[in-house]
């Protein structure tokens, strides 16, 4: 959480007036947003898929996934799936082949929402009885759960899971959570790397864990940032994960919804969006300050240092990292960072917890344990966050116990463990926005990498030379032969397929005007080549 303070000393903030500080800087302090972020369910069917199976309903189940991945294997490298249908099944998924934990090798995608991993043969159990193993495992994605909530998400998912059952003749028997992921993001902290340290983490942290595993990264020449905290293995019951959230946002080019979904809960204000932005398009954490004079060079009322900070974007001023660190702190606030803290639960962990009957849940038939699981969501959450990791004050001899499981929670865990637990969705008025907000900037770096495509071929096919970048981009199309095409509309073929159809139903707005008054001429004969 940045201090109000640190924005009020900031040259931007005393040459607005009151209403543009209100609409660029404010934000809720203090805030934390909850939600589960992954969720994987397993599906065990009362059919017997063991190797040696003699049900007439899983011989057609293998049947046409047999027939479904033989005509995946003559397609060739552009393909990116087949297309899986029948009435009944609420839209289209991608079939691709697959392979997780030796027994999971058909996947069925429903881009950017969720996949369904079957088992055509699973293992007979120790005592060469049925197998206790689940044919079909289904993940959730994060941008599915963020948007819709995790009961609609579910429920949604479940509709295709039923859909194929019924299809194929196969009868359910039980649906049950399978790996769950708590999170909660927050802006609580201005100096993470200091609260993370690992002097002062060892004074708070109580749990049963051997050890942490800390990894930061250097801010400048004198200072560091945290990165990375991980407190057990990936592969046990519970792992736990306190890292920089809007980081791994920039950095990894991927999820900027994130943004939007920050903004609407007041975890960022605008000028904090402004910034993230420009980072997020230069695919660099370190940029963030160029960011912040990008915003400076912008809205900044000073001719001086407007002119300083477009010299610096521009290059034509060289300027040392720390230089420019101290720069962009005297000309605008500090950016509000966000963390995430976040609890990996397995099912091997979960499925020793007793759930409460809190509703009658009997109606949801075979996936009663999935609902009853949502029921108990608080009383886990307040298990994971006391039980098994909490953070506490460090001791001050005289004024605390020295004991440090008998000691009070940090304020940090107290606002984590007060935060309102409620189904995270993102309200119908806004999807639209946030949709088109993340189509809007992927397709900025989209562009930005194609420009810079093109202008790398125009270097390798006519050597160094000082043409028009828009020459260069022209050229490339004008180079492309006949297998060139076929190529492309292999291609395009299999990225449509990538792609959620509902979420890009629509076109955006201004992103073709331009480009439908332009044609390509052959100037030898007047030939029109392409005209949009």
Request: with cysteine.
């Given at each position: 959480?940045?201090?109000?303070?640190?924005?009020?000393?900031?040259?931007?903030?005393?040459?607005?007036?009151?209403?543009?500080?209100?609409?660029?800087?404010?934000?809720?302090?203090?805030?934390?947003?909850?939600?589960?972020?992954?969720?994987?369910?397993?599906?065990?069917?009362?059919?017997?898929?063991?190797?040696?199976?003699?049900d007439?309903?899983?011989?057609?189940?293998?049947?046409?996934?047999?027939?479904?991945?033989?005509?995946?294997?003559?397609?060739?490298?552009?393909?990116?799936?087949?297309?899986?249908?029948?009435?009944?099944?609420?839209?289209?998924?991608?079939?691709?082949?697959?392979?997780?934990?030796?027994?999971?090798?058909?996947?069925?995608?429903?881009?950017?929402?969720?996949?369904?991993?079957?088992?055509?043969?699973v293992?007979?159990?120790?005592?060469?009885?049925?197998?206790?193993?689940?044919?079909c495992?289904?993940?959730?994605?994060?941008?599915?759960?963020?948007?819709?909530?995790?009961?609609i998400?579910?429920?949604?998912?479940?509709?295709?899971?039923?859909?194929?059952?019924?299809?194929?003749?196969?009868?359910?028997?039980?649906?049950?959570?399978?790996?769950?992921d708590?999170?909660?993001?927050?802006?609580y902290?201005?100096?993470?790397?200091?609260?993370?340290?690992?002097?002062?983490?060892?004074?708070?942290?109580?749990?049963?864990?051997?050890?942490?595993?800390?990894?930061?990264?250097?801010?400048?020449?004198?200072?560091?940032?945290?990165?990375?905290?991980?407190?057990?293995?990936?592969?046990?019951?519970?792992f736990?994960?306190?890292?920089?959230?809007?980081?791994?946002?920039?950095?990894?080019?991927?999820?900027?919804?994130?943004?939007?979904?920050?903004?609407?809960?007041?975890?960022?204000?605008?000028?904090d969006?402004?910034?993230?932005?420009?980072?997020?398009?230069?695919?660099?954490?370190?940029?963030?300050?160029?960011?912040?004079?990008?915003?400076?060079?912008?809205?900044?009322?000073?001719?001086?240092?407007?002119?300083k900070?477009?010299?610096?974007?521009?290059?034509?001023?060289?300027?040392?990292?720390?230089?420019?660190?101290?720069?962009?702190?005297?000309?605008?606030?500090?950016?509000?960072?966000?963390?995430?803290?976040?609890?990996?639960?397995?099912?091997?962990?979960?499925?020793?917890?007793?759930?409460?009957?809190?509703?009658?849940?009997?109606?949801?038939?075979?996936?009663?344990?999935?609902?009853?699981?949502?029921?108990?969501?608080?009383?886990i959450?307040?298990?994971l966050?006391?039980?098994?990791?909490?953070?506490?004050?460090?001791?001050?001899?005289?004024?605390?116990?020295?004991?440090?499981?008998?000691?009070?929670?940090?304020?940090?865990?107290?606002?984590?463990?007060?935060?309102?637990?409620?189904?995270?969705?993102?309200?119908?008025d806004?999807?639209?926005?946030?949709?088109?907000?993340?189509?809007?900037?992927?397709?900025?770096?989209?562009?930005?990498?194609?420009?810079?495509?093109?202008?790398?071929?125009?270097?390798?096919?006519?050597?160094?030379?000082?043409?028009?970048?828009?020459?260069?981009?022209?050229?490339?199309?004008?180079?492309?032969?006949?297998?060139?095409?076929?190529?492309?509309?292999r291609?395009?073929?299999?990225?449509?397929?990538?792609?959620?159809?509902?979420?890009?139903a629509?076109?955006?707005?201004?992103?073709?005007?331009?480009?439908?008054?332009l044609?390509?001429?052959?100037?030898?004969?007047?030939?029109?080549?392409?005209?949009?």
């Amino acid at each position: 959480m940045i201090d109000k303070l640190y924005i009020k000393k900031s040259f931007i903030y005393n040459e607005f007036d009151e209403v543009e500080n209100t609409y660029w800087f404010d934000f809720k302090q203090k805030k934390f947003l909850h939600n589960i972020d992954t969720f994987y369910y397993s599906v065990k069917f009362k059919n017997d898929f063991t190797n040696d199976s003699k049900d007439l309903s899983v011989k057609r189940f293998r049947r046409k996934f047999d027939a479904i991945g033989q005509e995946w294997e003559k397609l060739n490298d552009y393909s990116s799936g087949v297309p899986f249908f029948f009435d009944g099944l609420p839209s289209a998924l991608n079939y691709k082949p697959f392979s997780y934990a030796g027994w999971y090798n058909i996947c069925l995608e429903c881009p950017e929402l969720f996949d369904i991993f079957f088992a055509p043969k699973v293992p007979h159990s120790s005592d060469n009885g049925d197998s206790v193993t689940c044919e079909c495992v289904v993940q959730i994605r994060s941008y599915m759960l963020w948007m819709y909530g995790v009961h609609i998400a579910y429920e949604r998912s479940y509709e295709y899971v039923k859909a194929i059952a019924d299809y194929f003749g196969l009868e359910i028997d039980f649906v049950q959570e399978n790996r769950v992921d708590y999170c909660w993001h927050s802006n609580y902290l201005k100096n993470p790397e200091k609260f993370f340290s690992p002097e002062n983490f060892y004074k708070m942290r109580v749990d049963r864990f051997k050890d942490a595993l800390l990894h930061t990264s250097k801010k400048g020449s004198e200072d560091f940032e945290i990165d990375y905290l991980a407190i057990g293995k990936r592969s046990d019951k519970i792992f736990i994960r306190i890292y920089l959230k809007s980081k791994e946002v920039v950095e990894k080019g991927y999820k900027p919804w994130f943004f939007k979904v920050w903004l609407f809960n007041g975890l960022i204000n605008r000028y904090d969006m402004y910034c993230y932005e420009y980072a997020f398009l230069k695919h660099s954490w370190k940029a963030l300050d160029y960011g912040r004079l990008q915003y400076y060079a912008e809205f900044g009322r000073q001719k001086h240092y407007v002119e300083k900070c477009r010299r610096i974007l521009t290059k034509k001023e060289d300027i040392s990292p720390d230089s420019l660190h101290k720069l962009a702190d005297l000309l605008t606030p500090p950016v509000n960072l966000i963390m995430n803290v976040e609890f990996q639960t397995m099912r091997k962990h979960t499925k020793t917890y007793e759930l409460l009957p809190f509703f009658d849940n009997s109606s949801k038939g075979e996936g009663k344990r999935v609902y009853d699981y949502f029921d108990n969501w608080k009383l886990i959450c307040d298990y994971l966050t006391s039980k098994v990791l909490r953070l506490v004050e460090p001791h001050e001899p005289g004024k605390n116990d020295s004991n440090k499981s008998r000691r009070d929670l940090c304020p940090f865990w107290k606002a984590l463990r007060s935060c309102k637990l409620t189904d995270a969705f993102i309200p119908d008025d806004q999807k639209s926005l946030v949709r088109t907000y993340t189509r809007k900037l992927n397709s900025e770096v989209v562009k930005a990498r194609a420009v810079k495509s093109a202008i790398t071929y125009g270097i390798y096919t006519r050597g160094i030379n000082s043409d028009d970048p828009l020459r260069d981009c022209i050229e490339a199309l004008c180079m492309l032969n006949d297998n060139d095409v076929e190529d492309a509309i292999r291609f395009k073929t299999k990225k449509i397929r990538q792609f959620n159809s509902d979420e890009l139903a629509d076109t955006m707005k201004n992103a073709v005007k331009r480009s439908s008054n332009l044609m390509i001429i052959d100037k030898n004969t007047g030939d029109i080549i392409f005209n949009s």
